[in-house]
């Protein structure tokens, strides 16, 4: 009987043991060297970025072992008296980096191996892994930094602005104001990102970018842009909205001016639009994808109808939900 | 004696049940079916956003609006109409899922609202 309950006992410790074994152990398992590529080398480049031996440009991935990497861990090796210095991430260097990094779990050195493995402990806002760090949002392609929208548009320096998009980096992210030295921010939730605007830009129109471990948002089809102004004008908002029984919709909220353009789930309004600064009136039967939506539904369904007014200013961030039927 | 290790032995089974990590279900989604009327490309985010009318949503209601297919998580069975007016679709889908992103203006995406994000549909 004493015997059995140790064994039970044993299997418990097991049990146990499995369910609190670390998991986020990075394990360097091989050389690096010019034409590398992987996890390995993101994490290496991360490193080295945090460090201030390399700085990735805005339209280059990580995960690729290039010259400009393999000066920064030339760079990083003299400065850490390793020899020869030229850029080769060996034996040598796995072993510093371990000291670098600090909190070993283990090591297991064979100076015959050319494989020298060495498990570390890493700090997770170093070198976490990349699909946990920078999640990708549901829908949306795996494994890219994409740059959707900054809100609000018109701001002053120093103003907070948020980005949305997909891929934003916990622990890395640069934002990129014209190109310039970028600002760091981090994500919570891989899909929005707050920073503030650099107080040293002058007035002017900005184009973002964002560039983290999954590489850059530079997108030739896609442009972020701010409006950096010392007067902002707020973006357009709608407080109210109601259907006439001519289907004539009024909008009434502020920010409006003479050159809005109303975007809807039923598409957008072509034709002109009264706006008095506080009211902006359009009609659904303008909307551009009335006619071929009506044709199924031939006035028999309720529908919900999200409203967006864009101007000069920018547009409301969130849609207004008006229920009609069509 | 017997009858304690057989007790002993089924309660360690059920703590091991309860310890052993358990998968998570596969998020399959809710049930949709409807036929396409139009359909709009989310061109920021690479998606198509398409409206059905009708559209069956497993209750008693038939309603109109939105799904987004994604090629790049949407799993997509035959006849591969995807997208194309007038054709049937049926699968399910994730409520709520914002996945449709539209550029508006050369230098703005807005958000397009949809009921939420196909998980996988198959088209007639």
């Excluded at chain 2, 992103?101 to 050369?106: G, R």
Aim: with cysteine; hydrophobic share 40%; glycine share 8%.
């Amino acid at each position: 009987m004493r015997r059995f309950f140790l064994s039970i006992t044993i299997l418990l410790m097991i049990v146990f043991s499995i369910s609190i074994t670390p998991v986020n152990a990075q394990t360097f398992n091989v050389n690096l060297t010019r034409g590398s590529r992987g996890t390995d080398v993101v994490f290496l480049q991360q490193f080295l970025v945090t460090k201030d031996f390399l700085q990735m440009p805005p339209n280059v991935a990580y995960g690729y072992f290039g010259s400009l990497t393999r000066m920064a861990v030339a760079s990083w090796q003299e400065a850490n008296g390793i020899t020869p210095a030229v850029g080769f991430f060996g034996p040598i260097s796995r072993a510093v980096i371990v000291s670098q990094i600090g909190s070993v779990v283990t090591s297991s050195i064979t100076s015959t191996s050319s494989t020298f493995p060495v498990s570390v402990s890493v700090p997770a806002e170093l070198f976490s892994n990349a699909e946990t760090d920078a999640p990708t949002a549901p829908g949306m392609k795996a494994g890219r930094v994409m740059l959707f929208r900054a809100f609000p548009f018109e701001v002053r320096p120093g103003d907070p602005i948020t980005l949305d998009g997909s891929g934003f980096s916990r622990t890395l992210n640069k934002v990129y104001f014209n190109g310039d030295s970028p600002d760091i921010a981090t994500s919570t939730d891989g899909v929005t990102l707050e920073v503030s605007v650099p107080a040293r830009l002058a007035e002017g129109e900005y184009k973002l970018t964002v560039s983290n471990v999954w590489g850059s948002s530079e997108n030739p089809s896609i442009t972020v842009l701010i409006k950096v102004t010392n007067s902002p004008h707020a973006a357009p908002t709608i407080e109210s909205a109601s259907i006439a029984a001519d289907d004539t919709i009024t909008l009434v909220g502020s920010g409006f001016t003479s050159a809005n353009n109303i975007i809807t789930t039923l598409g957008n309004s072509s034709h002109p639009i009264s706006a008095s600064g506080d009211t902006l009136i359009f009609r659904v039967a303008d909307l551009s994808m009335y006619n071929e939506t009506r044709a199924f539904t031939l006035g028999k369904y309720q529908e919900v109808l999200w409203i967006y007014v864009q101007n000069e200013h920018g547009a409301n961030k969130e849609p207004y939900q008006l229920e009609i039927t069509i | 004696m017997r009858k304690k290790q057989f007790i002993a032995i089924t309660l360690l089974l059920a703590l091991l049940g309860l310890l052993l990590p358990v998968l998570p279900a596969q998020a399959q989604g809710l049930p949709f079916g409807g036929i396409v009327s139009s359909r709009f490309p989310c061109t920021c985010s690479a998606t198509l956003r398409i409206r059905f009318n009708p559209l069956y949503l497993g209750g008693p209601t038939v309603t109109s609006g939105a799904l987004v297919y994604s090629p790049f998580s949407t799993l997509l069975y035959a006849n591969l109409n995807i997208g194309v007016p007038g054709k049937w679709h049926i699968g399910s889908y994730l409520p709520g899922v914002r996945a449709c992103w539209a550029i508006i203006t050369w230098w703005l995406c807005l958000p397009l609202p949809t009921l939420g994000l196909m998980t996988k549909v198959g088209t007639n």
